[in-house]
């Protein structure tokens, strides 16, 4: 059971990541609503559930599959929605397709391939980000930016999956303004998927910033902003 520290301190952290989220929006000066995701890796379910029930929050993200598959049940119950974020394996797809209601991290034909078909297989459709290795890390996942639309192009035939836009990891910075190169250039690449309205899609989606650069991510155009440690504290690892 969680402490009343606890309780508080999930409180505080959470409504302060939501001020500072509207506070960059406001500074953009664009009156388009930023999504707060909760990335819940390692966290305790009963941290997520008090946020959910007590607190509004209603979008979390998986990293993992297993992890994902051991919370759905309960943050779904809950009230919130649940997203895959991480990087998926396709015989791993089997868990996520279908059920999260976005899949973040879509980086091969061959990923997306076992995601269209597992859900044809379902009757449903799965909404996905394409995601942009926009530092061109060789550690990290995701395509190149110069590849995007051949990307788009190779997986349009695809029925039972619908691009929603875009996701993107920065590589690490040391100072905040170090960020919006990429942020900038990620933000470009979602401009010219807007001019696209592949799907028809109504409300397109841009994924980026994390704890340490989400509000420089909201200034920059991000749709959506995947927030760990700044609400649950630093992960503890098993």
């Given at each position: 059971?969680?402490?009343?520290?606890?309780k508080?301190?999930?409180?505080?952290?959470?409504?302060?990541?939501?001020?500072?989220?509207?506070?960059?929006?406001?500074?953009?000066g664009s009156?388009?609503?930023?999504?707060?995701?909760?990335?819940?890796?390692?966290?305790?379910e009963?941290?997520?559930r008090y946020?959910?029930?007590?607190?509004?929050?209603?979008?979390?993200?998986?990293n993992?599959?297993?992890?994902?598959?051991?919370?759905?049940?309960?943050?779904?119950?809950?009230?919130?929605?649940m997203d895959?974020?991480?990087?998926?394996?396709?015989?791993?797809?089997?868990?996520?397709?279908?059920?999260?209601?976005?899949?973040?991290?879509?980086d091969?034909?061959?990923?997306?391939?076992?995601?269209d078909?597992?859900?044809g297989?379902?009757?449903?459709?799965?909404k996905?980000?394409?995601?942009?290795?926009?530092?061109d890390?060789?550690s990290?996942?995701?395509?190149?930016?110069?590849?995007f639309?051949?990307?788009?192009e190779?997986?349009?035939?695809?029925?039972?999956l619908?691009?929603?836009?875009?996701?993107?990891?920065?590589?690490?910075?040391?100072?905040?303004?170090?960020?919006?190169?990429?942020?900038?250039?990620?933000?470009?690449?979602?401009?010219?998927?807007?001019?696209?309205?592949?799907?028809?899609i109504?409300?397109?989606?841009?994924?980026?910033?994390?704890?340490?650069?989400?509000?420089c991510?909201v200034?920059e155009?991000a749709?959506?902003?995947?927030?760990?440690?700044a609400i649950?504290?630093a992960?503890?690892?098993?």
């Amino acid at each position: 059971m969680l402490t009343n520290e606890r309780k508080n301190e999930l409180r505080d952290n959470y409504l302060r990541v939501l001020e500072k989220i509207e506070n960059a929006r406001l500074r953009r000066g664009s009156g388009e609503a930023v999504e707060l995701l909760a990335a819940t890796k390692t966290v305790p379910e009963e941290d997520v559930r008090y946020l959910i029930e007590e607190c509004g929050l209603r979008l979390c993200g998986e990293n993992r599959a297993q992890e994902f598959e051991a919370k759905y049940d309960g943050v779904t119950a809950a009230g919130a929605r649940m997203d895959f974020i991480g990087h998926l394996q396709t015989n791993k797809v089997k868990i996520v397709a279908g059920r999260a209601g976005l899949i973040h991290s879509v980086d091969s034909v061959h990923l997306a391939r076992e995601i269209d078909a597992r859900c044809g297989h379902l009757g449903t459709t799965q909404k996905v980000l394409i995601e942009i290795n926009i530092g061109d890390e060789e550690s990290k996942s995701g395509i190149a930016a110069q590849d995007f639309d051949r990307f788009l192009e190779e997986i349009s035939g695809f029925e039972s999956l619908r691009v929603a836009g875009i996701m993107t990891m920065a590589p690490k910075c040391e100072k905040i303004e170090d960020f919006r190169a990429y942020f900038r250039k990620s933000y470009q690449i979602y401009l010219d998927f807007l001019k696209k309205k592949p799907y028809n899609i109504k409300q397109a989606v841009l994924s980026m910033g994390m704890s340490s650069s989400f509000e420089c991510a909201v200034e920059e155009g991000a749709t959506l902003v995947r927030v760990g440690s700044a609400i649950f504290g630093a992960r503890i690892y098993p």
